[in-house]
């Protein structure tokens, strides 16, 4: 109980910090908190270590820290990312007919951040925040490739794997050669590993500084081998384009033929 308030008051000091046109004293705090000078110091104290609040040196009075700054930037790019994101896979799913996903690493799952159903005749229903296991999907694929064997390991766990179709990958040989594949060529692919007759691929979205912040990813019936280039470029071009758009000035990848999609 008394953790839960002091996590209360520690985010209302926060929000009054935010609201305020400039810097606020302890006392300024305290009375618009209706708290004791000392608790909010005791709070202010706490804040500061952690990077969340930091005192102006020559006023003494106290603003935002860097940490609450980096949070605050996060949720703006992760927004700006899902509204370019969502365009892009409204576009595949108009014109191409593709069931399109946006997708991310959190707490060693893969989160659906956005999902646009196609009108074609094989829908794949995806509900946003839903979350799956990485190794099955070409989201999670792709992302695990960006990562080290110990990372990859920590997430997937102790094979052998949880299997969902015949096809499902299961154990960690398979999967650290197929992501070492995926690595090379820059996509993932998922052959009816998740879902019984449906395929998938993936690419990821990159920030400024190049590092990836998510994936994107489309799905339909089992597509044909010759289709899967021009498939493959697809899901590449719309993650590029919204890496683009993110601040990376990395070069784009393009398939030529089926070189690189067999296993």
Request: hydrophobic letters at 45%; aromatic letters at 4%.
């Amino acid at each position: 109980m008394i953790s839960n308030q002091s996590l209360q008051r520690g985010l209302a000091i926060l929000d009054l910090l935010d609201r305020a046109p400039s810097p606020l004293g302890i006392r300024e705090l305290a009375r618009l908190m209706e708290l004791s000078p000392t608790i909010v110091q005791r709070l202010i104290n706490t804040l500061v270590v952690g990077g969340y609040v930091e005192q102006v040196a020559e006023t003494r009075r106290y603003k935002l820290g860097y940490r609450a700054m980096q949070l605050g930037g996060a949720m703006i790019t992760e927004d700006r990312l899902i509204s370019l994101a969502a365009k892009e896979l409204q576009q595949l799913a108009d014109s191409h007919l593709l069931n399109g996903y946006l997708g991310a690493l959190r707490n060693n799952r893969v989160v659906y951040l956005h999902s646009v159903q196609s009108s074609g005749p094989v829908v794949v229903r995806i509900a946003v925040g839903s979350q799956v296991n990485a190794h099955s999907t070409a989201l999670g694929k792709i992302l695990l490739a960006e990562l080290p064997a110990t990372s990859v390991k920590s997430i997937v766990g102790k094979p052998p794997y949880e299997p969902f179709t015949p096809r499902t990958i299961t154990q960690w040989s398979a999967l650290a050669s197929e992501l070492e594949v995926t690595r090379a060529r820059g996509f993932a692919i998922s052959r009816e590993e998740n879902i019984a007759g449906i395929m998938s691929f993936g690419a990821l979205v990159r920030n400024a500084e190049g590092d990836a912040v998510a994936a994107l990813s489309v799905a339909g019936i089992a597509i044909e081998e010759a289709k899967w280039p021009a498939t493959v470029q697809l899901v590449l071009d719309a993650a590029y384009r919204c890496s683009t758009s993110l601040g990376y000035r990395g070069a784009a990848i393009k398939v030529s033929g089926l070189k690189g999609l067999a296993a």
